[in-house]
């Protein structure tokens, strides 16, 4: 089993910038994969950015050079990092991030961000 946990969302003018967190705890070992996903009102969910065991990472074409993925390891639990920059009214939803294993994909809780005009 593994545990997932978001944070760092909150409201933003459009141009700036946030940076979500998110810990993965448990079974972290079986872990191959992390990343991000989000939801917009209306609008089905959708993958934001990824980073594998490897460290090899990959981007929505919308949010290639705006947004940035990073992880750091240590002994029991793994974080992950999404650096937002240059945000935009369009990026406001709710980002989910997951950690994925062979067998299964665990997700957190959401975590709301929100890009005014």
């Known amino acids: 089993q593994v545990q997932v946990v978001e944070s760092g969302g909150g409201l933003v003018q459009a141009g700036g910038s946030l940076r979500l967190s998110c810990g993965a705890s448990?079974?972290?070992?079986?872990?191959?994969?992390m990343g991000w996903y989000r939801q917009a009102p209306g609008k089905e969910r959708e993958l934001v950015a990824f980073?594998?065991?490897?460290?090899?990472?990959?981007?929505a074409d919308s949010m290639k050079g705006r947004f940035t993925i990073s992880r750091d390891n240590a002994k029991n639990t793994i974080t992950v990092y999404l650096q937002m920059n240059s945000l935009k009214p369009e990026d406001t939803a709710v980002y989910y991030c997951?950690?994925?294993?062979?067998?299964?994909?665990?997700w957190g809780q959401g975590t709301q961000v929100t890009v005014s005009s």
């Open positions: 997951y950690a994925e294993t062979w067998s299964n994909k665990y």
């Open positions: 980073i594998t065991h490897g460290g090899t990472t990959r981007y």
């Open positions: 448990g079974s972290t070992c079986s872990i191959y994969a």
